[in-house]
């Protein structure tokens, strides 16, 4: 596939969409009348008290938490619960206006992001839904580095447009299998790569993650062993409000055997390893309201 894809909606639009739209719109026009300090933490503040009485959604996260943290009290779940539901909010606030949040990102690593240009291979840049995860799409801009990332379109078309025009170095792929033969055709020119590994993937395999099997998705492990990419972990934290820190840790290390299925595995593993250390040293900085266990 040698063309990019247009971005494409899951499904037609509906009724409800155009007010839910419009709420947005609204939103991000008002947003950024404020300082940024002010956008997030409004933000963060409604999440916080409105979030936890989300019945599901909340539901699932108390029930992902209690297992992921036997040795934690109910009180002590609930109060990572609405850490989780400020940071969501924060993080929604903040995204109105991700062309101030650059000036907020502080780095570290940027060594190992450089070593890994250097090899002259094109490189995978992987990280997790944690703190501003949509700071690692500024990276780029900051230290001149071309990646192309990938992204998930939103539930309501409407506000397609608005997910497709974030700032970005690189090309934005949608998901899916068309997206996935256009990055085999980006590593294939030399181009970088950038996703994040966290999320649920029914036709992923299944690895530990928090003592539990999780169904995760293998292409970092597939392209990586096709084109001998390194493997850049990229750690976003939310520090204080609206600043952040992201880590350029050392690539993983892996060494190619006969057999592809062992290897992939091998690399699945390791990254949910990372992840998962970096969601215990700050659990109310990551996404929980998903189902990333079955049930």
């Known amino acids: 596939m040698a063309d990019p894809i247009e971005p494409v909606s899951y ?12 709420f947005v719109y ?17 933000g963060g503040k409604l999440a916080r008290l409105i979030g936890p009485h989300i019945k599901g959604t909340s539901r699932t996260a108390r029930k992902n938490l209690a297992a992921s943290f036997p040795e934690k009290t109910e009180a002590e779940i609930d109060e990572i619960l609405k850490d989780v539901w400020e940071n969501m ?6 995204f109105a206006m991700m062309g101030r949040v650059i000036h907020r990102i502080k780095t ?3 060594e190992n992001m450089r070593a890994a240009e250097a090899t002259g291979k094109p490189v995978i840049f992987f990280g997790a839904h944690l703190g501003n995860w949509e700071t690692v799409l500024l990276l780029g801009e900051m230290f001149d580095l071309k990646v192309n990332a990938f992204y998930r379109a939103p539930n309501n078309p409407l506000l397609l447009k608005l997910f497709a025009s974030r700032a970005q170095s690189g090309e934005l792929i949608p998901k899916g299998s068309a997206g996935a033969r256009r990055a085999f055709a980006l590593l294939k020119k030399g181009e970088s790569l950038g996703f994040l590994v966290d999320q649920k993937l029914n036709d992923g395999i299944a690895v530990p993650f928090f003592g539990r099997d999780a169904m995760t998705g293998t292409a970092l492990a597939e392209f990586a062993l096709r084109f001998n990419c390194p493997m850049v972990p990229l750690q976003t934290i939310r520090e204080k409000g609206a600043n952040f820190r992201v880590i350029a840790h050392p690539p993983l290390t892996y060494e190619k055997t006969d057999d592809h299925e062992a290897d992939v595995r091998a690399i699945v593993t390791e990254a949910n390893r990372l992840v998962e250390g970096w969601v215990r040293e700050r ?5 929980w309201l998903h189902r990333r266990w079955p049930d």
């Open 26 to 42: 609204v939103a991000m026009f008002v947003l950024n009348l404020l300082p940024l300090d002010w956008a997030s933490a409004i």
């Open 89 to 94: 909010g924060r993080t929604g606030a903040e």
């Open 283 to 287: 659990p109310g900085q990551w996404l």
């Open 108 to 110: 570290e690593g940027v």
């Open 11 to 22: 499904r037609p639009v509906r009724a409800l969409d155009f007010v839910s739209a419009a």
